[in-house]
């Protein structure tokens, strides 16, 4: 067969472009039949020369067009047609001629509007094809070794070579030329490139063009290409070629760091390197998927073992993914060593940062980020030094302190060698990170209530058997439960409306996770009952109602963000939580307003606030942020961004408005100039996205561009010249599954029922919000807790099957993070490619190991606890406390603030939720800023806040949240407030029923 789709090399993007718009079809004949091909699909595609088609539909009559197509091959070629448009629709045909030495094919069609002068690209759309990629083996690249010379070698260590190409076949008396190049790569994956010609009249049937190539300690990769000419009756004519077209064919180089970072670590008596996450031991390394790796599991954790088809050694990784290699047509594995950060206890820490390579009396520049993540906070500061070197090998030995809030700190640095010619040279980057203890500081409020010291009231228990475990005990019962109570659980989701298709995969996630509650413990019969909420607000209402009714109290739910919020007006009225594994809506982060709302997919927002940091950690200070106010999604994103950009410091260029659809942006690109505007956040669609880059790029303007990772992969084909688009920097949402336990047990059961595994969407996270709330409930009957207690405290670093699940207040999630990545153009191919280089996680959703609840210790009877004691001659111990009641009344509250520096400048923030009798709430959100003083009375600075709280006899409980910041600057007179505080207070009230408001009379009495 000629021509054959083997399936999209990635999702197709619906156009969702209304019938009025210009489009067109491509259409290629195969057998005397014309077949219509699909943008974003692969296509297998014999040598030859194919009829091709393009029909143009709805062309506004009377407007200039250009309708163009143009191919990337060896037999590059364009055309189309262009002038005044007569018809609506229009047909041009043409021939493609594909070589059998295409190893890739390209075929771009656009619609451009010329009427007004410029380059409106109205439709373009990209086809791709992978050719027959002939080798017919008469071209091979050899290297002189020690004396010796190898064919195709597989590696080669640092030094100067004589390489060759080595032609055979050749007929004598014939011309032939040899266009060849090569690529070298160091860990940076930038290429150096270096292109030449031979020609010559064979005088015998082989010949040796002769080239030479020096390779260093530090180059990663060599990877040599050749095209093959003989001059022909025709004229010129490629007869062979040399293409590396996979791993395997990759000359491989020592790829030794220059920049390394040693730590003294005195139980070590010595320098320990510590570890770079650009080190090539974490690339990425391909192995054939057919039996060439296996998976294996211990009681010690998970990894794969894959063989070296070549050599036979056998290397060791973490995880394994399969993927479709477009190159090579095989099915393969691409397969990671997870970087593990060390991890240091509190102490102060040397750290040696050694540059080796340099060239004695040349210019450097080392610059990057030197960065340290605490309990509460996130600092990070730029870097730059400018050197000239002295010797080949220079080193600097700095501090590290490492104290007990410390989560993370790390070093992201670049090195680059500026070149006489006025330009840099990028060498190297490096990117260390270690792991601190992480612990939250103790609190520095106290709360008093009518002159009285808040203070939990503990609840204890009796245990037959304690052992000394992790700084605190684990304890158990010799007897067990002997019964079993039936728990319904209430899942809301689509059974009809427009996501009514994926119900048969969410019904199977969720059976899967019943059925795994069921085997971990034997206390409860988890059981499903469904609700239909047709992915609508009020028929979510109705259907949480029912749920009600039918006596649930456990209830996942709903799955539209709509629907969500329509469940939650009826089952927060009842006190009743709920876990959604799919509603990602910002507005359901609001607590208040959605009382007992949980997710365990991440909220769109946090896309906002991704891209604020990706912009402050970058070299821009003034941004622009262009956005389409008519979508409420991503003005909301831009809004979120804005308002963290600014909450760090930061100020905004110009806050730049403009319709979806828009592709008019020379007024705002105008802006961007006018108002010196370094860089530019594009929340919009692919196609305003493409038409500002272009219209700044013909300005002249120069800056950094930033946008999202659904721009970043469609936005080359909204552009006349991706080239503008080279270095813009993206976000890239990383989703699940993780790596857990909970994970490769329900990847096992899912990939066995077809309902789950085929077409299905979400089923990890449906997976987890059933999982998670099941345990919760566990956790409160096992403890005497409240189901909305125990969702946060089993929602604490909850490794789940698609992420690690950390509850905030608002019952939101931190998910997977983002990877920080870029498009840099590719001159060669005349297209953007990307790369992702580095990582973002919210700072918001760290969480203590230690503090980590089994609940299956818990409800199969081990029960770990800080504080046991058996002085008595039987073990008891703290396992939870009750708050405190408090009458009816105006109670007088006071802060006490302790451990503040003084002369300092801080904010006091607390929010007051009050539940009433019947399912009712009342809030309320205070502040006091002051600057902290000391106080005769006392070595510590505080600062007491006095506030007042009013409840009544049918206040059944009182939650209140209280949150310090520090107001910081950066030095350059930009202050924030930032956050370095929080806790919780919470009180029972009386709880009675108010007084009934009714009266029946019947019958006149």
């Not at 330009?423 to 990170?433: F, I, R």
């Not at 058997?465 to 209430?490: F, H, K, L, M, T």
């Not at 191919?829 to 580095?838: Q, Y």
Request: some cysteine; aromatic content about 14%.
């Amino acid at each position: 067969m000629v021509l054959s789709a083997f399936g999209p090399i990635a999702a197709p993007v619906a156009a969702d472009m209304p019938l009025t718009e210009p489009y067109f079809d491509l259409l290629m004949e195969e057998n005397g039949t014309w077949e219509e091909l699909e943008p974003g699909w692969m296509y297998d595609l014999e040598a030859g020369t194919y009829d091709m088609q393009i029909d143009y539909y709805n062309l506004d009559v009377g407007l200039n067009y250009t309708l163009r197509w143009i191919t990337y091959g060896i037999h590059a070629d364009g055309g189309g047609l262009e002038g005044n448009v007569t018809s609506e629709d229009v047909t041009d045909t043409w021939q493609m001629e594909v070589s059998e030495f295409d190893c890739w094919y390209q075929a771009v069609v656009e619609i451009i509007n010329t009427t007004d002068g410029s380059w409106d690209h109205v439709y373009t759309q990209w086809y791709d094809f992978r050719g027959e990629c002939t080798e017919y083996g008469t071209v091979t690249p050899s290297a002189e070794i020690n004396g010796t010379w190898v064919s195709e070698p597989e590696e080669l260590e640092p030094g100067s070579y004589n390489m060759s190409w080595d032609v055979t076949n050749l007929t004598a008396g014939e011309e032939y030329k040899l266009d060849y190049w090569y690529y070298l790569t160091r860990n940076t994956w930038d290429m150096s490139t270096s292109t030449n010609g031979y020609a010559w009249n064979a005088t015998g049937s082989d010949e040796s063009i002769g080239w030479n190539v020096t390779v260093t300690e530090f180059d990663c990769t060599l990877q040599p290409e050749a095209l093959l000419w003989q001059n022909t009756t025709t004229g010129w004519t490629i007869i062979d070629q040399y293409w590396v077209g996979s791993w395997s064919e990759v000359i491989f180089l020592p790829c030794e760091s220059m920049i390394t970072a040693y730590i003294w670590l005195d139980e070590e008596g010595d320098w320990v390197e510590l570890a770079d996450q650009n080190d090539n031991e974490y690339w990425s390394h391909h192995f054939p998927d057919d039996g060439s790796c296996d998976e294996f599991w211990d009681n010690e954790g998970h990894w794969w073992e894959c063989t070296d088809p070549d050599t036979g050694d056998v290397e060791v990784f973490d995880e394994c993914y399969e993927f479709y290699d477009e190159q090579t047509g095989e099915d393969m594995l691409e397969c990671y060593i997870n970087y593990e950060p060390m991890y240091l206890e509190e102490g102060s820490y040397n750290i040696t940062l050694e540059i080796v390579g340099l060239s004695v009396g040349e210019d450097y520049f080392l610059y990057g980020d030197l960065w340290e993540s605490t309990y509460w906070g996130y600092e990070s500061n730029h870097y730059e030094l400018s050197f000239t070197a002295p010797t080949e090998e220079i080193s600097n030995t700095v501090t590290l302190d490492i104290n007990a809030e410390t989560c993370s700190y790390g070093y992201d640095l670049s090195l680059d060698h500026n070149e006489t010619s006025g330009h840099s040279e990028h060498l190297e980057s490096m990117s260390v990170t270690v792991n601190g203890p992480c612990e939250q500081p103790p609190s520095p409020f106290t709360l008093t209530y009518d002159d009285v010291l808040w203070e939990p009231e503990w609840q204890y228990e009796e245990f037959d058997e304690c052992e000394e475990e992790d700084g605190g005990y684990e304890c158990w019962n010799n007897d067990s439960w002997g019964y079993q109570e039936d728990v319904p659980i209430a899942f809301l989701y689509d059974m009809s409306g427009p996501v009514s298709t994926y119900a048969p995969g969410f019904l199977s996630s969720a059976e899967i996770a019943i059925e795994h509650l069921n085997d971990n413990q034997d206390v409860y019969n988890f059981s499903l009952e469904e609700y239909d909420t047709a992915c609508d607000g009020l028929a979510a209402e109705t259907a949480a109602q029912d749920a009600v009714d039918d006596g649930i109290e456990l209830v996942v739910g709903a799955l539209c963000s709509g629907a969500s919020m329509g469940a939650n007006a009826i089952l927060s009225s009842y006190g009743i939580p709920h876990i959604s594994p799919t509603s990602s809506a910002p507005g359901l982060s609001d607590s208040s307003a959605y009382p007992g709302f949980f997710r365990v997919i991440v909220s769109d927002a946090m896309d906002g606030e991704a891209l604020a940091d990706l912009v402050r950690d970058s070299n821009s200070s003034s941004p622009a942020v262009l956005y389409h106010s008519d979508d409420a999604f991503l003005a909301n994103v831009a809004e979120i961004l804005i308002e963290d950009y600014e909450a760090g410091g930061g100020s905004i260029c110009a806050d730049l408005t403009v319709a979806s659809g828009e592709t008019d942006l020379s007024d705002e690109a105008q802006i961007l100039t006018d108002d010196s505007c370094d860089s530019v956040v594009m929340v919009t669609y692919p196609e305003t996205a493409g038409s500002m880059l272009t219209e700044l790029d013909d300005d002249g303007w120069s800056g950094e561009m930033f946008t999202g990772e659904q721009v970043a992969y469609e936005l080359e084909n909204y552009m006349n010249d991706p080239s503008d688009a080279d270095g813009l920097q993206f976000i890239e949402r990383v989703g699940g599954p993780s790596d857990s336990e909970r994970a490769e047990a329900f990847s096992e059961d899912c990939d066995n029922d077809s309902s789950c595994s085929a077409g299905a969407i979400f089923t990890y996270e449906t997976y987890d919000a059933f999982s998670v709330l099941a345990e919760s409930f566990l956790l409160a009957s096992a403890w005497g807790m409240m189901l909305e207690d125990a969702i946060h405290a089993v929602g604490y670093g909850w490794d789940g099957a698609s992420t690690v699940v950390t509850f905030n207040d608002d019952g939101d999630v931190g998910g997977n993070g983002y990877d920080l990545c870029d498009l840099e153009y590719d001159s060669s191919s005349g297209s953007l490619v990307s790369g992702c280089d580095g990582h973002w996680d919210s700072p918001d959703f760290y969480y203590n190991a230690n503090e980590v609840i089994d609940v299956y210790d818990v409800i199969n009877g081990v029960s770990w606890f800080e504080e046991c004691d058996d002085s008595t001659g039987v073990w008891i111990c703290q396992v939870w406390w009750m708050a405190p009641e408090i009458g009816a009344g105006d109670h007088d509250m006071t802060w006490n603030v302790t451990d503040l520096g003084a002369d300092t400048q801080y904010k006091v923030e607390w929010n007051v939720q009050t539940h009433q009798n019947m399912g009712t709430w009342d809030y309320a959100d205070e502040e006091f800023t002051f600057n902290a003083t000391g106080n005769s009375q006392s070595q510590d600075v505080f600062e007491l806040i006095d506030w007042s709280l009013e409840t009544d006899n049918s206040t059944c409980g009182v939650s209140i949240n209280v949150w310090l910041y520090e107001n910081e600057s950066d030095g350059s007179g930009n202050w924030w407030f930032s956050q370095v505080a929080a806790d919780g207070f919470d009180f029972k009230g009386p709880c009675e029923q108010p007084p009934s408001p009714f009266t029946l009379y019947y019958d006149g009495m």
